[in-house]
């Protein structure tokens, strides 16, 4: 025997036929879980209008004070059939200009009107695929897998946002390319990914994450990038979204960038850019106060950037037998060691050279005081073709 089913109007029609039958109100309404109130007004309805009257009612309000009178409607109906091509907001801005007396809905309820009248047809969805992760491969050799990423954009002393391009060996850890551009347009990218190639030929493969400009929705998550890539005959890897560890490598290298270049930042892109470069000084047939006068750099920076490239990069002067009055010789010197501090303390009036003896120590300090009024001091040992550019300099 199949289950019976029942629903809210069988069962008020079997409510009211029981209490016709003698049953009491109080009993019923205890069984059905129902008020008297309830009870009563049910009666009542099947008494007016049988069995109809036990369906539920509309609970819609009879008067709506809101609602766009119909000659309004008419009046949206027949602009719209005038320009099929405008939408609620041109239509509305257009009514109200020849009639400007005209109390008309907002756009969004004019757009809800000629939906009802069918004169808007939804467009269709399109169909989008998002990038997605590919296999990644180990790099066996040099310039076979480079790492490219877009670091987090940060604030100039312009107050104009700086987005630094950056490409690395992964094998070598080689830091190809660091450009300090205006944004992650695909245009400028193209540029600097060229004359990387024109630099360094072409890698087999290019790693990178799911972000502009080098995956986009659409077939294979490829971007015009990416495509133009593929054309060099060079294979686009990228990450698993939301896993940057796939290539911590870069990541980490983006980490030291921030904390040297940063911490502050340049006032503009061209200083920005310097300071990522400071070797350009180097080779530079220029002094280094003409060569930060002509890049629009701060010269007290770019003379500590260019110290502590030479400090940790170049092994200049090695460390000799302190001898009052007399300098080392280069050629007696040992390999593998550092250029020695030098200091500019004070201001002089004409150039001087006076030993100075450290207390405790036996070190002999030697001061230079220069004409432009900058006093240098230095330890004996200091290589002397660096000292000869740096009074030059200063």
């Not at 989008?128 to 296999?135: A, D, F, L, R």
């Not at 290539?247 to 904390?259: A, I, S, Y």
């Not at 930060?292 to 701060?298: D, K």
């Amino acid at each position: 025997m199949p289950w019976r089913v029942s629903d809210p109007v069988s069962e008020r029609l079997e409510f009211v036929r029981r209490l016709e039958a003698g049953e009491r109100v109080v009993d019923l309404c205890h069984e059905f879980g129902i008020s008297r109130k309830t009870a009563y007004k049910l009666k009542e309805r099947y008494e007016e209008l049988g069995a109809r009257g036990l369906f539920d009612r509309s609970r819609a309000p009879r008067t709506i004070p809101h609602r766009t009178p119909p000659e309004v409607e008419e009046l949206l109906v027949e602009a719209r059939k005038a320009h099929p091509t405008w939408g609620p907001k041109k239509l509305r801005a257009s009514l109200v200009r020849e009639s400007p007396e005209l109390k008309l809905p907002c756009a969004s309820t004019v757009g809800d009107v000629l939906k009802r009248r069918g004169l808007i047809t939804p467009r269709k969805r399109r169909r989008s695929t998002m990038p997605h992760g590919s296999p990644l491969r180990t790099a066996a050799a040099p310039n076979e897998i480079w790492c490219a990423d877009f670091k987090g954009q940060f604030r100039l002393g312009s107050r104009r946002y700086c987005y630094p391009l950056t490409i690395t060996d992964r094998f070598s850890r080689f830091l190809i390319k660091c450009e300090a551009l205006e944004g992650t347009h695909v245009e400028t990218a193209i540029s600097v990914f060229d004359q990387a190639f024109r630099e360094y030929g072409l890698p087999t493969v290019i790693r990178t994450d799911n972000g502009t400009p080098f995956a986009a929705p659409g077939l294979w998550g490829l971007s015009k990038l990416s495509a133009r890539w593929l054309r060099l005959g060079i294979y686009p890897e990228r990450i698993a979204p939301a896993h940057p560890e796939q290539n911590g490598q870069h990541e980490r290298m983006h980490l030291v960038l921030k904390q040297e270049t940063t911490r502050p930042a340049g006032d503009n892109f061209l200083q920005q850019q310097e300071r990522n470069r400071p070797e350009i000084a180097e080779t530079s047939d220029l002094t280094q106060r003409e060569f930060a006068a002509e890049r629009g750099v701060s010269f007290s920076n770019l003379r500590n950037w260019i110290y502590k490239l030479r400090k940790e990069s170049r092994p200049l002067v090695a460390d000799a037998p302190k001898v009052s009055g007399q300098a080392p010789e280069r050629g007696a010197m040992p390999e593998g060691s550092r250029l020695l501090p030098v200091r500019v303390v004070a201001s002089a009036s004409k150039t001087r050279t006076t030993a100075v003896a450290v207390a405790g120590r036996g070190d002999e300090i030697v001061e230079i005081a220069l004409p432009s009024g900058v006093r240098v001091r230095f330890t004996a040992g200091t290589d002397l073709k660096y000292l000869r550019a740096l009074t030059a300099a200063l």
